[in-house]
Each structure stands twice: as structure tokens, then as C-alpha cells.
């Protein structure tokens, strides 16, 4: 039996779950005797009824604990799974506690105790409930804790980089909480293009070479996203992992697919997958998002407005050109728009652009200077902070842009994408994005796209708040901002 290592990376608290739990019930078991009996909620208890705790309540307290370390432990909760949500958790907890009362309430029916309540039953599983999904909150923060520093993190290798590996990849990328460190891949003849993520994500030639690969780069976890019909070869990549004692997962060919926009249909005992048209930032999503847009400017717009003033003011006393201009980029479904910005380079900064990008070797579809001789002393300052992109709010109230977005690339990148990365003007751009609270100009172009796409293909309103509150705390520290 191959040893899995995210059993050697568990933290060893996971052990100690079922007696927190069993801690949480108790105080919920007490809680609910003081509500019944000392606080007297609702209806108050003569005294012949009064029950001691340690009486009936007792066994109802080991009785339930003992049922819903069963349940749960039999629907994964005291196991560390990458990807649950916490909803879902909460759901099994509530499923849980919901069984465990009823039987309890049946089992209180026909032993027809001398002094019992029922109403402490409801408000045990009320408040088992609360404490219980409370538990699980913690127990997140120390999870995410612990991986920031590195435990319980997989080093992980991707074995092919086509439209599966993108989609792990960008997946990985952008929910770092998840526990794997994405140390690089293999391409294999399959992968049709050339694919170029940088340092960060560095590839480690073909699949032929695995075997070194998993010895020089201590990696702990393969994610095979080739074909799954190259029978052979994947055989070959199970047998390689199994000798080197390494994990091994595979993506099926249909995970190409993003799920959330999958729907599944049965025709006559034959299953379909429906794939849904729209992008998940599309009717009444749209519509939200901009309602949340709309009402965040308006609610920081004294903030905004005073530096807008104070910036605009210092940009033309610095002379040079106007404060403000305006650039053609393209927004969504490659629909042009005019930009603006505050300058902060010197006035013919545009027409030294070839010449910057032919002779410091940079990307010209995301071409970033660290040193970029064009830029005036006070607009370095305005570019470390962020704010010459103060402007970019005159394009949100415009329709043309949203708070949290892809950032809108000019013409001329745009005419160097790969069919693969056009997909990130699926979406209107945005001020803040993925890919800047992931490094901002150090991230390659690449991995931008793949940043782009993932945000794209799972936007959702909390996704844009945890954007927004990781950008703040990022514009300060001024990290990759040049």
C-alpha cells in the first residue's frame, strides 16, 4: 500500500476533534439547562419539575456525543479534506445533530422519564449546532495558520499543462488556503502550445523525466491531467509514483469542463452533461456586482474625491503634460475603451515603448520595468501606491470597468495572445483583480491569464470582498508595484 503523505503533513489535532467536540456538546447540554431551568426562557418551571443535570440529561449528554462521533466521523468531519467548504461542513453538522435529537426525543417517548424536557432537547441541538459549526471556524483559522508556515503543505508536479492542467493550475494559483505548492510541471507531446509561467512555476521537461524530477524536487504529490486514454503512459507515471512513495490523483478528461457551469440531465438512465452558455458574471450576478461597485464609491467617495484632488494637483504642478490621459484598452469580449489614469511617465513615453521592450528582453504582451526610465519622480511615488489608477473610478461609473477585474491590455498585447488566453476578456476588467493581490508585476503573463480565468469561471460576491480586503494591505506594503 503506497504511504499517502498528506496523512505524514495532517496535523496531529485532527486526533483531538471528536473530544472538542464532545467539549462543545457538553457546554451546549448546559447552556440549555440553564435556559430551560435557571433563566426559565419562554415558560417558567415550577419546582416539581426541576431535574438535576447530572440525572436524565446525563445520559442524553453521553448518548448524543457518542451518535454524532459515529455520523460525523462517517461523513469525514474529524478528517482533513483539502476544498470543503464550510458549508458544508455546516451542513453535515446540522444534518447530524438533527438526527441525533430526534432520536434522542424518541428515545425520551417511550422511557417516559420522571422529570425530563423536551424544550432542552431543542435548544441542546440549537445551540450544539452553533458551537459546533463556531468549532469549525477555528479550526480553519489554525488550518490556514499552519499552511502559511508550511505544514501541511503538498509539494505537488503537474504531468501535462493543456486545458486540465490549466484548470488545476489556476485553481492551486488562486486558493492558496487549499494546502498545495504548485512546484512546476511536465509537458508531454499532447500539450499543443509552448507555455512559459516563469521561475515561480518552472517546467521540468517531458514526462520521461519523472523519475528524477520526483527525487530532485522532494515532491509529494502528482496530478496527472494528460488524456486518459494514453493508457501505457499513465500506467508508466502510476508505477513511477508508486516506487518513490509519492501521491498520485488524476484529472478526467471532462474536468475541462468547469463544473460549476455543468448540469447534469438523465435521458432515460443516460447521463448528460449540460454545459451552461453564460459566464458565472452574467445576468442577475452582473447586476449585483454593480450594484456593490456603485454603492462602494459612493460610500468612500469623500475619501477618493480628497485624493483625486491631491493627486491631480501635485501631477500638474510637476508639469510635463495634462494630469490625466487617456489610452485605448480592451474590455470585455474585446470591446475598446479609453482608460484614464494620471500620468505618471514623461510625454513621449508611449513612442519609447518598442525600443524599451526590444531592449530589456521584456513580454511585450505584459511588459513591466522594474526601473522604467520613463517614469517622473513623483510618479513612481503614485505607481508604488496604486494611485494613478485613481482615475480608473471615471471608467466604473462609466459602465466600462469594475471595482474587481482582469486589468484591460492594449491593442497591440492583446494581438499577441494565445487563443487560451483571450478567454480572460470573457469579463468586464477591473481596478484590483486575482493576479495583483498575487504578486502584481511579478507575476508572469502566464500565470496572470491563469489567475484572469479562474476568477472569471468562479466569481462570486464574497470572492470580489476578499479581493478587495487583500488589496488594501497590499497597495501599502507596496510589494510588485512598479
Request: with cysteine; aromatic share 12%.
Amino acid at each position: 500500500m503506497m504511504h499517502h503523505p498528506q496523512a505524514r503533513l495532517l496535523p496531529h489535532y485532527y486526533r483531538w476533534l471528536p473530544i472538542l467536540d464532545a467539549i462543545l456538546v457538553f457546554l451546549a447540554f448546559q447552556l440549555a439547562y440553564l435556559a430551560v431551568y435557571e433563566w426559565q426562557i419562554l415558560r417558567p418551571v415550577q419546582e416539581e419539575f426541576r431535574a438535576p443535570f447530572y440525572g436524565p440529561y446525563f445520559g442524553y449528554y453521553v448518548l448524543l456525543t457518542t451518535f454524532l462521533y459515529f455520523v460525523q466521523s462517517g461523513a469525514g468531519l474529524y478528517r482533513s479534506v483539502r476544498g470543503r467548504s464550510w458549508a458544508e461542513e455546516v451542513y453535515r453538522i446540522f444534518s447530524a445533530v438533527t438526527q441525533g435529537t430526534l432520536a434522542l426525543m424518541a428515545l425520551s417517548f417511550f422511557l417516559q422519564p420522571i422529570v425530563s424536557s423536551r424544550q432542552m432537547l431543542v435548544y441542546v441541538a440549537i445551540a450544539s449546532f452553533v458551537l459546533l459549526s463556531l468549532g469549525r471556524v477555528w479550526v480553519r483559522i489554525l488550518d490556514a495558520r499552519l499552511r502559511a508556515r508550511g505544514v501541511g503543505v503538498l509539494r505537488t508536479l503537474l504531468v501535462g499543462v493543456g486545458e486540465s492542467g490549466q484548470a488545476v493550475m489556476r485553481t492551486i494559483l488562486a486558493r492558496k488556503a487549499l494546502g498545495y505548492q504548485l512546484v512546476g510541471y511536465l509537458q508531454a507531446g499532447e500539450d499543443a502550445e509552448t507555455f512559459d509561467f516563469g521561475s515561480r512555476i518552472p517546467s521540468f521537461g517531458s514526462v520521461a523525466d519523472l523519475p528524477r524530477i520526483l527525487h530532485e524536487q522532494k515532491i509529494e504529490q502528482v496530478i496527472y491531467t494528460l488524456p486518459l486514454g494514453e493508457g501505457e503512459l499513465i500506467r508508466n507515471v502510476v508505477e513511477e509514483c508508486r516506487r518513490a512513495g509519492v501521491s498520485f490523483s488524476v484529472v478526467p478528461d471532462f474536468f475541462q469542463l468547469n463544473l460549476r457551469q455543468v448540469q447534469v440531465e438523465n435521458l432515460a438512465g443516460i447521463p448528460l452533461l449540460n454545459l451552461e452558455r453564460e459566464s458565472s458574471i452574467s445576468g442577475r450576478n452582473r447586476l449585483l456586482k454593480r450594484v456593490m461597485d456603485i454603492s462602494l464609491l459612493l460610500l468612500t467617495s469623500p475619501l477618493w474625491l480628497l485624493l483625486f484632488l491631491v493627486v491631480w494637483s501635485l501631477t500638474r504642478l510637476q508639469g510635463g503634460g495634462p494630469a490625466i490621459y487617456k489610452q485605448r484598452r480592451v474590455g470585455e469580449n474585446g470591446r475598446e475603451f479609453f482608460l484614464y489614469k494620471f500620468r505618471s511617465m514623461v510625454a513621449d513615453a508611449e513612442s519609447q515603448q518598442e525600443q524599451l521592450v526590444a531592449s530589456h528582453k521584456l513580454d511585450p504582451r505584459h511588459p513591466k520595468l522594474m526601473d522604467d526610465p520613463r517614469v517622473t519622480r513623483f510618479g513612481r511615488f503614485i505607481r508604488r501606491t496604486s494611485l494613478d489608477e485613481l482615475p480608473n473610478v471615471i471608467n466604473v461609473l462609466r459602465g466600462q470597468m469594475s471595482l474587481v477585474g482582469p486589468r484591460p491590455p492594449i491593442p497591440k498585447e492583446v494581438a499577441l495572445y494565445a487563443t487560451w488566453q483571450k478567454s480572460r476578456l470573457q469579463s468586464m476588467p477591473g481596478i484590483t483583480g486575482l493576479w495583483q493581490v498575487s504578486g502584481r508585476s511579478e507575476v508572469p503573463f502566464d500565470e496572470m491569464c491563469l489567475l484572469d480565468i479562474y476568477y472569471i469561471e468562479n466569481w462570486s460576491l464574497t470572492l470580489d470582498i476578499q479581493i478587495l480586503m487583500m488589496t488594501l494591505p497590499l497597495v501599502l506594503s507596496q510589494r510588485g508595484a512598479y
